[in-house]
């Protein structure tokens, strides 16, 4: 069964940087992902497509502070120079042939 | 750039069907394939299916059974009905374009855009 894990809360002072975590199920672990941004009363906002190589497109506007890497079956999303609008839920996705699939999200809060 | 917008009842009784509709404005809605997600009150993301131009469907196998989703090409718009609702269909539904690059294949892909959500609650 294609999952995703993820913790369910982050947090880290403003102007530092944070990595959040996202476990594919182990036998999809060369899966792609992508990772949305959730703002407070707002809907999520696509913010990078992550390969499992580490090789990341990220949408339109996704300044150069957001960053995706991998190691193994877990994807990462790094927020560097955090501000207090990063302060969000962050939801990792993925896919099998015709069905999607999102992880629990990230609260990441911003102290 | 592509814009989605939600429309439909606020409020459906327990056990009629709940009915959506998304525009999609700035682009044409015969590329890429387009989702219903939603999202009940202080709980995460679910994908509830996809469908494309042509009327090609995936559903959710949890939602299958109470889920028809449709097309408009001509108006731009595709849209959601779901059975046989509960209390647990309470949610803000989000459409979204699943798109796709060479790589991934159209049997795959993430949301982007979304659409700014409606909320629909079930109740009497």
């Known amino acids: 069964q294609l999952v995703l894990t993820q913790s369910p809360s982050a947090s880290a002072s403003l102007g530092a940087s944070v990595k959040l975590t996202c476990i594919l199920s182990?036998?999809?672990?060369?899966?792609?992902i992508a990772w949305h941004q959730q703002q407070p009363e707002k809907g999520p906002r696509f913010l990078m497509k992550?390969?499992?190589?580490?090789?990341?497109t990220k949408g339109d506007g996704i300044p150069d502070r957001f960053s995706g890497s991998t190691s193994g079956p877990e994807r990462y999303l790094t927020i560097s120079s955090l501000q207090s609008e990063d302060e969000a839920d962050y939801y990792c996705q993925t896919w099998g042939t015709a069905i999607w699939v999102f992880g629990g999200g990230t609260k990441l809060t911003v102290l | 750039q592509v814009q989605l917008q939600e429309s439909g009842p606020g409020l459906v009784k327990p056990s009629e069907t709940l009915s959506l509709t998304c525009t999609v404005s700035?682009?044409?809605?015969?590329?890429?394939?387009w989702s219903w997600v939603r999202q009940p009150a202080g709980k995460g993301l679910e994908w509830i299916g996809r469908i494309s131009a042509s009327g090609s469907t995936n559903y959710n196998p949890s939602l299958k059974s109470r889920v028809t989703m449709s097309v408009d090409t001509s108006k731009n718009q595709f849209s959601l009905k779901l059975s046989s609702v509960t209390a647990a269909d309470t949610a803000v539904y989000y459409c979204?374009?699943?798109?796709?690059?060479?790589?991934?294949?159209?049997?795959?892909?993430?949301?982007?855009?979304w659409g700014q959500g409606t909320l629909v609650t079930v109740s009497s």
């Open positions: 992550l390969n499992n190589d580490g090789s990341h």
């Open positions: 182990s036998e999809h672990s060369n899966y792609a």
């Open positions: 700035g682009g044409s809605i015969n590329t890429y394939f």
């Open positions: 979204a374009r699943t798109y796709y690059d060479l790589l991934t294949g159209p049997y795959g892909g993430w949301f982007d855009p």
